[in-house]
Structure formats: C-alpha cells, structure tokens
C-alpha cells in the first residue's frame, strides 16, 4: 500500500473521519436492521410452526361444545389418518359423560382421552393428577382417577360403580343405559369435586355395555401442521361444516369450529413488519451508495491539480483511481469489519461497504479522469 | 546523439466554437547536456509542445522519439516516471506532504529501495538549497523560491534525463528565478540531462544553449 495514503488521511483528517463516521452509522444501522429481520423470520417461522390453532366440534348452530353426544363415525373420523382428518390432529381432547353412584356419593364419571381434555388434570392449567397405571389415558380397562379427598379412602381398590348413560343427552341415544361396573382405582387428581375420570377407550367400551354404542360428548384438538390449516376445512367438510347458526334441522349435524384468527392476527402483523423492513433495506443501501457518493464527491473536491500532478509523475489512471478509493475507504472498511464482528452480520457489512465503494468509484472516477496536462493548461 | 526529437509535429484540439491547432509540423531535436529555451508569445502553443514532448498529450501528426522509439509504442506514464521531469510555472507539490515525502513520491512510483531515495532526496534538496530544517515543512510554509527548488529536486531525484520547465521562473522574483536558471544550467551542464526551458523571458533563452521560436504553432530557428 502506498505509505502516503496514511500520510494524506492524517494530515485531512475531518474528511477521514466524516466518512469513518457516515460510514459507521449506516453500517450499524444496516446490520442492526439485518439482524432484526432474520430474527423477524425466525419469530414468524417459529409462531407458523408452534402456534397451537384449537378447533372445536360444536352442534351446526355453533351454540354448545358438550354434550354432544356424536356417534363414534365422527369420532372415528377425526382420529382416522387415512379415511378422516386424523393426520390434521395434534392432542385430541375427547370427553365421554356418564353420571355414576357410588356409596351413597353421585357424580359425573367423564371419560378423557388425555390431560388436556379436563383443566384438573392439565398441568400446564394448574390441575395435577398421579396414576399407577402407565398409559392411563389409552387404556380400554375400567381404570379410574378419583378427586384427592375421595382416593385415601379407596386407593388401590376396585370398586363397583353404578353407571348411567345420561339419558336424553344424545340425540343417538335418547334413553340412555344403567349398569354397574367395576373400576379399579388407578390414581387420583388434585381437587375436591365428585368428577371421576376414566380412559377415553374405556368410556367407549362402557357406552357399547350400557346403551348398545359410542357416543362421544365433546371433540377438540390442536392442528397438527399450521401450513395445513387451509386444508383441514376442505377435508373436514363431509363430517364436519362450518357453524350455520340459521340451521333448520340442527339434530345429528356438527360443526368443525378453527379458532385462528389470532393466528392469522400474528402472522399478519409480523408479515406487514417484515415487509416494511425489507423495503426499508434497499432503501438504506441506496442512501450508503449516495454517501460514498458524497464521501468521494468531498473527497475529490479542489483535488484535479493534485491527480493532474500525480499523474504527470507517472502515475496510471488506474492506480490513481485505486489509490483514491483506498484512501476514501480504509477507515469504512475497518468501521464496517468491527460492526460485522460485533453484530455478526458479515454479509449485510459487506453489501454496505459494496454499495459505500459503488458510490465512492463514482464520484472518484468522475475526477481522475482529468488529463495531467489540464494542469498545464490551467497555468496557461 | 540526441535523446529527444519531435518529427512533423502537429497537435489540434476542438473547443467549442472551432479545431485549434496549436502545434504545426514541427521538427526539433534535444541533446543530453544541453539547454534549450522554446519561446513565444502567450498562445503560441509552446506549452502544447512541452505537453506533446512529456507524453503528456498525443500528438495529431508526426511523432516524439525518445532515444530513437516512438511514444506511441510507449506507455507514457512509465516514460514520463522513469525518463521526462516536468517543472511547472505554480511549483505544483503535492499540499499534504512535505518537502522531503514531495521529493520522494516519484522514487516511490519507481519502486527504489526508501534508503537509496531518502539519501537521493536529501543530497538533491540540499544541492537546490533547501536546508534539513525546511524538509519538514510543507509547501505552504516555504516560499514560491524554495517550493521551485523543491520541485527542481523532485524532478531531479527520480534520475529523469530529460526535465522540461514550463515558465520555471514566471512566478518567482528576479533573484530567485536566477538561481533557479542556474540549477537547471547545472543540470544540463554538470549531470547530462536535456533541459527545455518553456519561457516568453527572452533575456532567460538568451543564457540557453538553444533557443526555438515557436509562432502560430509553427518553429522557427534561430
């Protein structure tokens, strides 16, 4: 490198230091931006891929969620991969209701097909539940959770339950069914209601005993791929339309309910934001190509004698160019290397530093183009 | 043996109103050890000739032999750099460096070793008179005479064997403009090279060993 480059820097050092600072600035704000924007994506891929979208099985009308009361066809549809919407579903939450006497006790005996599908059980709403039966909650074994106050009494008993299938509730099974049944107490669940809790696939098969079929009073779960959610409502379709609350003859239809409005809110909202950032960064890059511009135009002002000088000593046109745009751009490179450093964003410094260096050739090349006898000339 | 000669000479340039021409089939030849002064008056195209002798211009016409090779088949930046030292009327050094870095620039662009052009920067600063306290110093701290010598010694370390001097004294008073006159009779006369000396001061041409009247773009010898 030629030593009177730093010679030069030294000795016209505001105009160094304007372009140290310019070139600073917009570098930092370029990788800061960057930087921003792939977090931005990331945010926006990480709310599209884990973003839990509920849908719920409600009757046509959209007026309840429980009770329902559907055969085990839906039942059997939302669970089915291959012949149903099962490869849309993520954490099936399916209840079956029965009431039940017990020592004198009454209650409701709800048969669930995971923690999720009742808040005592769900830890991530607060509920807890213990069980000694590993893979409780898949078990077709009249297995039950009783509620904390009720389990010393008969922990690790089986004990005879009087079942009935709640009359009138399902339009499937308007009378209903009673039986007696016998349930080995397999844990409990932290509360003091009268709630007992079966496995979902033991519900069913207690249904079958007591009303001669499956019923399933209320279906929910998560999707399993929010990129398919578009999907799911043409898949549903046949078993499961949309909430019709004008619906004439609402008995034996359900409806498929997908809550992603505040899905779609986000998304839009980071979508509009990401946007917005990736007009704004051509924009600055523009302004860094319009500053190495100005830099250069700065730089090279009241300079023509000099470069006429330098090359009537032999220096070549492109030497003088590279000698120039060195002297413009050492100290934006070092400035625009630390931030890369710093910031860790190498690849937008480095378009900074291209679009500074587009800009700077500009203007420095306008003004080497100067003949050295101009000076001549110009003394003539 | 002449180391410098220009044949048929012709330069024309366009401005906006009409073509110029500046330098009409001219025909001159320089010696090593010698002094030439090219004279005329303002706009007679003497600078358009030294222009054409630096490589600094190509000629329309004719063409500078530089020890019997064309300037066309050269590169004229490499000529100018390792053979032909221009010295101007305005001293033109370089503002941002001192007298000494002044010196060593064109050193620099011929790539001699720092030592060797440090000790050539000093001896030729010193033979021009500039003393080891003014080497320091930049172009504005020194006169318009020793900012000539300078430049003198610029052109003088790079061990260019022709120096062509455009007005060298025009801007200088009468006793810095005879010392300068005499470093550059020195030069022909002590160390060999052809020194042409652009001047309109005929008392100046009158001491050189040559003298070309340039008219109208055309020689006449006298």
């Given at each position: 490198?030629?030593?009177?480059?730093?010679?030069?820097?030294?000795?016209?050092?505001?105009?160094?230091?304007?372009?140290?600072?310019?070139?600073?600035?917009?570098?930092?704000?370029?990788?800061?931006?960057?930087?921003?924007?792939?977090?931005?994506?990331?945010?926006?891929?990480?709310?599209?891929?884990?973003?839990?979208?509920?849908?719920?099985?409600?009757?046509?009308?959209?007026?309840?969620?429980?009770?329902?009361?559907?055969?085990?066809?839906?039942?059997?549809?939302?669970?089915?991969?291959?012949?149903?919407?099962?490869?849309?579903?993520?954490?099936?939450?399916?209840?079956?209701?029965?009431?039940?006497?017990?020592?004198?006790?009454?209650?409701?005996?709800?048969?669930?097909?995971?923690?999720?599908?009742?808040?005592?059980?769900?830890?991530?709403?607060?509920?807890?539940?213990?069980?000694?039966?590993?893979?409780?909650?898949?078990?077709?074994?009249?297995?039950?959770?009783?509620?904390?106050?009720?389990?010393?009494?008969?922990?690790?008993?089986?004990?005879?339950?009087?079942?009935?299938?709640?009359?009138?509730?399902?339009?499937?099974?308007?009378?209903?069914?009673?039986?007696?049944?016998?349930?080995?107490?397999?844990?409990?669940?932290?509360?003091?209601?009268?709630?007992?809790?079966?496995?979902?696939?033991?519900?069913?098969?207690?249904?079958?005993?007591?009303?001669?079929?499956?019923?399933?009073?209320?279906?929910?779960?998560?999707?399993?791929?929010?990129?398919?959610?578009?999907?799911?409502?043409?898949?549903?379709?046949?078993?499961?339309?949309?909430?019709?609350?004008?619906?004439?003859?609402?008995?034996?239809?359900?409806?498929?309910?997908?809550?992603?409005?505040?899905?779609?809110?986000?998304?839009?909202?980071?979508?509009?934001?990401?946007?917005?950032?990736?007009?704004?960064?051509?924009?600055?890059?523009?302004?860094?190509?319009?500053?190495?511009?100005?830099?250069?135009?700065?730089?090279?002002?009241?300079?023509?004698?000099?470069?006429?000088?330098?090359?009537?000593?032999?220096?070549?046109?492109?030497?003088?160019?590279?000698?120039?745009?060195?002297?413009?751009m050492l100290l934006p490179v070092l400035a625009s290397g630390a931030a890369a450093v710093i910031l860790r964003q190498p690849l937008p410094a480095a378009g900074f530093l291209?679009?500074?260096?587009?800009?700077?050739?500009?203007?420095?090349?306008?003004?080497?183009?100067?003949?050295?006898?101009?000076?001549?000339?110009?003394?003539? | 043996?002449?180391?410098?000669?220009?044949?048929?000479?012709?330069?024309?340039?366009?401005?906006?109103?009409?073509?110029?021409?500046?330098?009409?089939?001219?025909?001159?030849?320089?010696?090593?050890?010698?002094?030439?002064?090219?004279?005329?008056?303002?706009?007679?195209?003497?600078?358009?000739?030294?222009?054409?002798?630096?490589?600094?211009?190509?000629?329309?016409?004719?063409?500078?032999?530089?020890?019997?090779?064309?300037?066309?088949?050269?590169?004229?930046?490499?000529?100018?750099?390792?053979?032909?030292?221009?010295?101007?009327?305005?001293?033109?050094?370089?503002?941002?460096?001192?007298?000494?870095?002044?010196?060593?620039?064109?050193?620099?662009?011929?790539?001699?070793?720092?030592?060797?052009?440090?000790?050539?920067?000093?001896?030729?600063?010193?033979?021009?008179?500039?003393?080891?306290?003014?080497?320091?110093?930049?172009?504005?701290?020194?006169?318009?005479?020793?900012?000539?010598?300078?430049?003198?010694?610029?052109?003088?370390?790079?061990?260019?064997?022709?120096?062509?001097?455009?007005?060298?004294?025009?801007?200088?008073?009468?006793?810095?403009?005879?010392?300068?006159?005499?470093?550059?009779?020195?030069?022909?006369?002590?160390?060999?090279?052809?020194?042409?000396?652009?001047?309109?001061?005929?008392?100046?041409?009158?001491?050189?060993?040559?003298?070309?009247?340039?008219?109208?773009?055309?020689?006449?010898?006298?």
């Open positions: 490198m030629d030593g009177f480059v730093w010679k030069r820097m030294i000795r016209r050092p505001w105009l160094s230091l304007l372009g140290l600072l310019i070139s600073a600035l917009l570098c930092v704000l370029l990788c800061t931006l960057s930087g921003y924007l792939d977090g931005e994506k990331t945010r926006l891929s990480d709310v599209r891929n884990s973003y839990d979208i509920l849908c719920v099985v409600s009757d046509i009308r959209g007026t309840k969620t429980d009770g329902l009361g559907m055969s085990h066809i839906y039942s059997d549809f939302l669970l089915d991969k291959e012949n149903g919407i099962g490869a849309f579903v993520r954490d099936a939450r399916l209840t079956k209701v029965f009431s039940y006497r017990l020592d004198g006790g009454a209650g409701q005996m709800i048969g669930v097909s995971g923690e999720t599908s009742a808040e005592v059980l769900d830890s991530r709403l607060g509920g807890e539940f213990e069980t000694d039966e590993e893979g409780f909650f898949l078990s077709e074994e009249y297995l039950c959770l009783m509620p904390q106050n009720l389990y010393p009494q008969y922990a690790g008993q089986t004990v005879t339950v009087e079942v009935t299938d709640t009359a009138g509730a399902s339009p499937l099974n308007p009378n209903g069914g009673t039986g007696k049944a016998e349930f080995r107490v397999a844990g409990w669940y932290r509360g003091t209601g009268t709630e007992i809790y079966i496995p979902y696939p033991a519900s069913q098969r207690l249904g079958f005993l007591l009303a001669g079929l499956s019923t399933t009073d209320s279906a929910a779960f998560l999707l399993a791929d929010n990129s398919r959610l578009d999907e799911l409502s043409a898949a549903a379709q046949p078993m499961l339309m949309p909430v019709n609350p004008g619906e004439a003859a609402p008995k034996g239809l359900y409806a498929l309910t997908i809550h992603d409005e505040q899905y779609h809110a986000t998304l839009t909202a980071m979508e509009q934001n990401i946007r917005r950032l990736q007009y704004l960064l051509p924009l600055i890059a523009l302004l860094s190509l319009g500053a190495g511009f100005l830099v250069g135009v700065l730089a090279t002002r009241g300079e023509a004698r000099t470069y006429a000088l330098m090359r009537t000593v032999g220096l070549t046109r492109g030497k003088l160019f590279c000698t120039v745009l060195l002297q413009q291209l679009c500074l260096a587009v800009g700077c050739a500009l203007a420095i090349g306008r003004s080497v183009r100067i003949a050295p006898s101009a000076i001549l000339r110009s003394q003539e | 043996m002449e180391i410098l000669r220009a044949e048929n000479l012709s330069f024309s340039y366009v401005n906006k109103y009409q073509t110029v021409n500046a330098v009409k089939h001219v025909s001159c030849g320089f010696e090593p050890g010698k002094t030439y002064a090219i004279v005329g008056r303002s706009g007679s195209g003497k600078t358009t000739l030294l222009s054409l002798l630096a490589g600094l211009e190509q000629p329309t016409e004719g063409d500078v032999f530089f020890e019997g090779k064309s300037t066309r088949e050269m590169d004229c930046d490499a000529y100018r750099r390792d053979h032909a030292a221009v010295i101007y009327q305005s001293y033109n050094l370089f503002p941002l460096l001192t007298s000494e870095e002044n010196v060593l620039y064109p050193m620099k662009l011929k790539k001699i070793p720092r030592k060797e052009a440090l000790e050539r920067a000093h001896t030729r600063l010193t033979a021009v008179g500039i003393t080891q306290e003014e080497w320091g110093r930049f172009p504005s701290q020194l006169s318009g005479g020793q900012q000539q010598r300078v430049a003198i010694a610029r052109a003088l370390a790079a061990g260019n064997r022709i120096i062509l001097a455009d007005e060298p004294t025009g801007n200088l008073d009468i006793s810095s403009g005879e010392q300068v006159m005499e470093l550059l009779m020195e030069l022909a006369h002590k160390e060999g090279c052809a020194v042409i000396v652009i001047t309109h001061d005929l008392e100046i041409a009158s001491q050189m060993d040559e003298i070309y009247t340039v008219r109208d773009g055309e020689l006449i010898t006298e």
